[in-house]
């Protein structure tokens, strides 16, 4: 299996504009996650998804960020309008349902708004 | 709410140095614990994990037992390396929430 896949793996932007993250959870899993890690706040988690439907979205910054899953083998994080401080690394990671399972990270995204 | 927290670092030890990571816990009911590692431009993984009282992970040389008298969860290993530099964070997954709570992470560094 590939793992978890993020897209871009590095994006670049000015602020204002619109950002789009991109996750391919593994195959199978039925739990996807969004975290975001900065050296202030350190690791995050943003929404979670069960069975593509979104199950917490407390960590949500605020209502520039929003997360879709339209299938069980896609899932999108968008900031509009972006700003500086949302520079971060964005995770995806994914898990088949169970406490006991272990939680598949994806290499993440690095965004940096100018 | 449950919730993670871990020795603050960071942490820097010789090589061959014994290695302990505090970690303690706060949650209703008995979680399933964690130790996942994050490497230099990496996202995290699962170093090794423990599900019940008493229960002890292990992986690479790293060891954790899982403490229900004292809500612990503490890493050890007895020689570490170089490629051991990295950050580590202790998680649980418990209560009702079907989420891992992470702690802060403990950033080590091993010089040769």
């Known amino acids: 299996d590939a793992g978890v896949i993020q897209s871009p793996r590095h994006e670049v932007t000015e602020m204002g504009q619109e950002v789009t993250l991109r996750c391919k959870p593994i195959?199978?899993?039925?739990?996807l996650f969004w975290y975001r890690q900065t050296m202030m706040r350190g690791l995050e988690l943003l929404i979670y998804f069960n069975n593509n439907v979104p199950i917490d979205d407390s960590g949500m910054p605020e209502d520039r960020f929003s997360a879709k899953m339209p299938n069980a083998s896609f899932s999108t994080l968008k900031i509009q309008p972006s700003e500086p401080r949302d520079s971060a690394v964005y995770f995806c990671?994914?898990?088949?349902?169970?406490?006991?399972?272990?939680?598949?990270f994806g290499p993440g995204t690095r965004l940096t708004v100018l | 709410g449950d919730s993670v927290t871990q020795m603050e670092g960071p942490v820097t030890l010789s090589e061959e140095a014994f290695l302990t990571i505090n970690c303690t816990y706060t949650a209703t009911g008995y979680p399933s614990l964690f130790w996942y590692v994050q490497y230099p431009g990496e996202g995290l993984q699962l170093l090794l994990k423990?599900?019940?009282?008493?229960d002890k992970g292990s992986n690479k040389g790293f060891e954790a037992t899982y403490r229900k008298e004292t809500t612990s969860f503490h890493l050890e290993k007895g020689s570490v390396q170089v490629s051991d530099s990295a950050v580590y964070f202790c998680a649980l997954w418990g209560g009702g929430a079907q989420k891992l709570v992470f702690g802060q992470g403990t950033r080590l560094t091993i010089n040769p």
């Open positions: 423990a599900t019940k009282a008493d």
């Open positions: 990671a994914s898990i088949v349902g169970g406490s006991t399972d272990t939680q598949y």
């Open positions: 195959s199978g899993h039925d739990y």
